[in-house]
């Protein structure tokens, strides 16, 4: 059975972040066939003996190129450089923001302490590009299985139509998050339980 690994990149990193305090990072030249293996493990528990094979990662990412120029180049010029991975960013704009109190009534775009302008910089079309990717490969017959890291329930839609033609949709999330995609996909496993093998 073919496997397509599917990662929502700040979804896996927040939460690994949280999991790990920070203090190790992801190895993530083996976290392909770690995924591809721990979703193998589920498939036979559930008297489906299978072998389970790697065939591409993809990898959705947002950056600000203001503040995320190491990240861009890690993502570029050493991630999608490895083997099975295609790397796929999109920009990240700040945006300026006007935040209103519910106590006193008063709006203010700036930081009281030190005046800078308040901005949030949001995530533009990840979520639409990984469910793109997931549908289209879906209906190409691509992969028998798709392993997606994250626990966003936006993507309960895409799950719900993908395993409606037959395919698996394995999902890999942290423990404290995604109970309802967890719950839309065919089958899921923690994350948290895989981060002492994934940390370097």
């Known amino acids: 059975m073919r496997a397509r690994v599917f990662i929502d990149f700040w979804?896996?990193?927040?939460?690994?972040?949280?999991?790990?305090?920070?203090?190790?990072?992801?190895?993530?030249?083996?976290?392909?066939?770690?995924?591809?293996r721990t979703a193998g493990e589920l498939l036979a528990t559930a008297g489906n003996p299978a072998e389970l094979t790697l065939d591409e990662t993809i990898v959705h990412a947002?950056?600000?190129?203001?503040?995320?120029?190491?990240?861009?180049?890690?993502?570029?010029?050493?991630?999608?450089?490895?083997?099975?991975?295609?790397?796929?960013?999109?920009?990240?704009?700040?945006?300026?923001?006007?935040?209103h109190c519910r106590s006193c009534g008063a709006?203010?775009?700036?930081?009281?302490?030190?005046?800078?302008?308040?901005?949030?910089?949001?995530?533009?079309?990840?979520?639409?590009?990984?469910?793109?990717?997931?549908?289209?490969?879906?209906?190409?017959?691509?992969?028998?299985?798709a392993v997606?890291?994250?626990?966003?329930?936006?993507?309960?839609?895409?799950?719900e139509y993908v395993q409606s033609q037959g395919l698996k949709v394995i999902n890999a999330a942290w423990a404290a998050h995604g109970h309802q995609l967890q719950g839309a996909c065919w089958g899921s496993f923690p994350l948290d339980n895989l981060t002492g093998e994934l940390a370097r």
Request: charged share 25%; proline share 3%.
């Open 62 to 99: 947002s950056v600000n190129d203001a503040s995320d120029t190491n990240l861009r180049n890690w993502l570029t010029n050493w991630l999608d450089r490895q083997a099975s991975y295609d790397v796929k960013i999109r920009d990240r704009k700040p945006r300026r923001r006007t935040v």
């Open 11 to 36: 979804n896996f990193q927040l939460g690994w972040n949280e999991a790990t305090s920070k203090t190790k990072n992801c190895d993530w030249s083996i976290l392909p066939r770690v995924l591809v």
């Open 148 to 159: 997606l890291v994250s626990g966003d329930s936006d993507y309960i839609p895409a799950v």
């Open 107 to 145: 709006d203010t775009s700036a930081c009281a302490n030190c005046g800078a302008a308040l901005a949030i910089a949001a995530e533009k079309g990840v979520d639409a590009a990984l469910v793109t990717d997931l549908l289209s490969l879906a209906w190409q017959r691509a992969y028998d299985v």
